[in-house]
C-alpha cells in the first residue's frame, strides 16, 4: 500500500546515467552546471550559479503553455518537478517495502563540482574521493545545519561515520522538496537517503581555456523519513 506521504514525490529530480562513470560532455548539453563551465563563472559560489541558472531556465519556461496554470515561480518549479518524476519513478518506488521504522516520502538527486586550471590551482582530491566513494545502496542522513556551515541550511553525512559529503541539491525542485520535509519533521525523527545510482560528467580542456578541468558529481537517492529508536529521543 503507498503510504499518504507520497504524495510529496511531486518534487523529485530527473533521471541521470546510472553508475559512477567519468565521461566527456559536449557543451551542448542542457545540464545547467556544464553550461556554466562553458561559460567559466568560477567566480561564484555554488548556490548562487545554481539558482541563477534555474531562475533563467524558470523564467522562459514559467512563460510557456505547459506551465501557463502555475501562479507564481513556486508552483511552476513544482509542476516541473512534477514531470521529472514521472520521468524517474519505477514500479518498485510504489512497493510497500520501507525497512522498519522508515516511511518513504520521494526521490532527490544531489550533486557536487570540483574545478581546477593547470599550474594555478589545486584539484580537490578529497572532496573527489568522498563522492566518488560512494556507491548504490549506501545510506545518507540529511540534516539541518546553520548557512553559516552550509548556505543550504542543511548538509548530507554517511551514516555509517557521520563524514560529511559535499553535496547540495542538483535542483530547484529537489530544494524544496527537502527543505519541505525538513521542516515538518518532529524532533523524533531523521531525514535518510539511499543512494539509487550515481554518475560523474568531467571534461579536461575546454574551448575558452585548454588548462581548465571539471568534473560534477550527481547521485540520486530514495528519500525516507525514519522514527528515532527510544534511545536517541530527547
Not at 138 to 152: A, G, K, Q, T
Request: aromatic share 8%; hydrophobic share 30%; proline share 5%.
Amino acid at each position: 500500500m503507498i503510504h499518504s506521504e507520497v504524495r510529496l514525490w511531486a518534487i523529485v529530480s530527473q533521471p541521470m546515467a546510472t553508475n559512477m562513470t567519468i565521461r566527456s560532455c559536449p557543451m551542448s548539453n542542457p545540464k545547467p552546471a556544464i553550461q556554466r563551465y562553458a561559460t567559466k563563472t568560477t567566480n561564484l559560489d555554488c548556490r548562487n550559479r545554481r539558482s541563477m541558472t534555474d531562475r533563467i531556465s524558470m523564467s522562459s519556461i514559467i512563460l510557456s503553455d505547459e506551465y501557463a496554470d502555475a501562479r507564481n515561480l513556486n508552483e511552476a518549479i513544482d509542476m516541473r518537478g512534477q514531470k521529472a518524476f514521472a520521468q524517474s519513478v519505477t514500479p518498485d518506488d510504489f512497493r510497500d517495502a520501507s525497512p522498519d521504522n522508515m516511511t518513504k516520502v520521494g526521490i532527490a538527486e544531489l550533486w557536487t563540482e570540483s574545478t581546477w586550471n593547470d599550474g594555478r590551482s589545486t584539484r580537490k582530491i578529497a572532496l573527489e574521493r568522498s563522492v566518488a566513494g560512494i556507491q548504490e545502496g549506501d545510506v545518507l542522513e540529511i540534516r539541518r545545519c546553520s548557512e553559516e556551515i552550509n548556505p543550504w541550511g542543511y548538509s548530507f553525512h554517511r551514516v555509517n561515520d557521520g563524514v560529511a559529503l559535499p553535496y547540495t541539491p542538483y535542483h530547484d525542485f529537489d530544494d524544496r522538496f527537502l527543505s519541505r520535509i525538513l521542516d515538518g519533521m518532529s524532533e523524533n525523527e531523521r531525514l535518510i537517503c539511499q543512494v539509487r545510482d550515481t554518475t560523474c560528467y568531467g571534461e579536461d580542456g575546454i574551448d575558452a581555456d585548454p588548462s581548465f578541468h571539471w568534473r560534477v558529481y550527481t547521485c540520486r537517492v530514495t528519500v525516507y523519513r525514519q522514527n528515532l529508536p527510544e534511545s536517541r529521543k530527547d
